[in-house]
């Protein structure tokens, strides 16, 4: 059991570059949300999703999109990178909202230079 | 004024102290609350939910203080292996997590 698979695990971006992060769940999770964790600093949600094609914004989503076509899948999309975006991004699914046992990815460091 | 606030740390112990720490959360609203762990590097993984009875999990104790709107874990006899970062976690009961910046643990031998 896979759990929460994240790729790729290390990146470096040109200013201006765009990129996809991709996340696969095998757990058949409706709940599925992406994170960005900075140094010294909790965990913001960029966006977050329901359910199969049902996607919504968190506090942080400028500059990135997403999409769910699929129960197992959550791909983050980054257009036009920038420096403000060198992060480390987290991939998560849970089983319902009532819980907050979320299932995270291993996580993806991204470089923006 | 942020969601959840925690004192960054580090605090550090001797092997076999016992450590407590707490986090504070703004929205009286918030439904469930819960530790979780993050190792150097990884990604956060739950700990323990936290009830309003207060809760134990072998060494690990959780307690609520929803009239102060406090989370508190204490740890008792530490281990090498407690040495980690933990994170206060709200659920405003809006599908979401808000997650604090986290509390730093150091167990020394």
């Known amino acids: 059991n896979a759990g929460v698979t994240q790729t790729p695990k290390f990146r470096i971006l040109k200013i201006g570059q765009s990129m996809t992060l991709q996340c696969t769940q095998d757990?058949?999770?409706?709940?599925m949300y992406w994170y960005r964790q900075d140094p010294g600093m909790g965990l913001k949600l960029i966006y977050y999703?329901?359910?199969?094609?049902?996607?919504d914004k968190g506090e942080v989503p400028n500059g990135y999109n997403v999409s769910r076509s699929t129960t197992e899948d959550f791909p983050l999309r980054l257009e036009l990178a920038a420096p403000s975006q060198t992060s480390v991004y987290f991939c998560?699914?849970?089983?319902?909202?009532?819980?907050?046992?979320?299932?995270f990815g291993s996580g993806t460091r991204l470089t923006v230079v | 004024r942020k969601e959840v606030e925690q004192d960054p740390g580090p605090f550090n112990v001797p092997e076999g102290a016992t450590v407590a720490f707490n986090c504070t959360y703004s929205?009286?609203?918030?439904?469930?609350f819960f530790w979780y762990r993050q190792d150097c590097r990884k990604e956060p993984k739950l700990l323990m939910s936290?009830?309003?009875s207060g809760n134990e999990d072998g060494r690990f104790t959780a307690q609520l203080n929803r009239a102060s709107q406090y989370i508190s874990l204490l740890i008792r006899d530490s281990k090498l292996s407690d040495s980690a970062t933990y994170l206060c976690?709200?659920?405003?009961?809006?599908?979401?997590?808000?997650f604090g910046a986290g509390t730093t643990v150091t167990v020394r031998a």
């Open positions: 757990m058949n999770h409706n709940y």
């Open positions: 998560a699914s849970s089983y319902s909202e009532a819980t907050g046992g979320y299932t």
């Open positions: 929205n009286s609203a918030s439904q469930s």
């Open positions: 999703s329901v359910g199969a094609g049902i996607t």
């Open positions: 976690v709200v659920n405003k009961g809006d599908y979401k997590l808000s």
């Open positions: 936290v009830y309003s």
